[in-house]
């Protein structure tokens, strides 16, 4: 595995964190240009804003856009630390995007590996290349952690005397 991409997959492993601390399910991203730039970053936040839209990818997509004032990220490589789901599968294509690094699988809804593979398809204007399982054990402990932690505090308490 390069180690470029292990490098930005730390990034997107830090906006997963922020994630976390937000208590979001921690999954984060980055957009990288070609010139090895971070120009767009973002980590799950459908709870908090409330948008069901706010997934990392959608985020960074949306940051990264907004610095270059074009929704095509042509030549781009996001980062992204869980197997993206089918709404995030179609809007990295509709960006353009040439690249997608991701972490994880996401056996209940991935759409590269998992439950079908969105991106190969085609009908598709655009190709993208894809790598998975880079920080794949990194990227399952935070997720792992996240719902632990909601699982031990939907736990009774013992009330007894």
């Given at each position: 595995m390069p180690r470029k991409d292990q490098y930005y997959?730390?990034?997107?492993l830090d906006q997963a964190r922020l994630a976390l601390e937000a208590g979001e399910v921690p999954v984060g991203a980055v957009v990288v240009n070609?010139?090895?730039?971070?120009?767009?970053?973002g980590f799950n936040a459908p709870v908090g804003t409330p948008d069901p839209t706010a997934h990392a990818e959608i985020q960074a997509l949306r940051s990264a856009?907004?610095?270059?004032?074009?929704?095509?990220?042509?030549?781009?490589t996001?980062?992204?630390t869980l197997e993206p789901c089918m709404m995030c599968s179609g809007a990295l294509i509709h960006a353009r995007v040439a690249r997608v690094?991701?972490?994880a699988a996401e056996p209940k809804t991935g759409m590269v590996e998992s439950r079908a593979n969105l991106f190969v398809q085609p009908w598709h204007n655009h190709q993208v290349q894809i790598?998975?399982?880079?920080?794949?054990?990194?990227?399952?402990?935070?997720?792992?952690?996240?719902?632990?932690e909601r699982r031990a505090?939907?736990?009774?308490?013992?009330a007894s005397p």
């Amino acid at each position: 595995m390069p180690r470029k991409d292990q490098y930005y997959m730390h990034r997107a492993l830090d906006q997963a964190r922020l994630a976390l601390e937000a208590g979001e399910v921690p999954v984060g991203a980055v957009v990288v240009n070609p010139q090895g730039e971070i120009i767009g970053s973002g980590f799950n936040a459908p709870v908090g804003t409330p948008d069901p839209t706010a997934h990392a990818e959608i985020q960074a997509l949306r940051s990264a856009a907004a610095r270059l004032g074009n929704y095509r990220l042509d030549d781009c490589t996001l980062y992204v630390t869980l197997e993206p789901c089918m709404m995030c599968s179609g809007a990295l294509i509709h960006a353009r995007v040439a690249r997608v690094v991701y972490g994880a699988a996401e056996p209940k809804t991935g759409m590269v590996e998992s439950r079908a593979n969105l991106f190969v398809q085609p009908w598709h204007n655009h190709q993208v290349q894809i790598e998975g399982g880079v920080l794949a054990a990194q990227a399952k402990r935070l997720l792992k952690q996240f719902f632990a932690e909601r699982r031990a505090a939907a736990l009774p308490t013992d009330a007894s005397p």
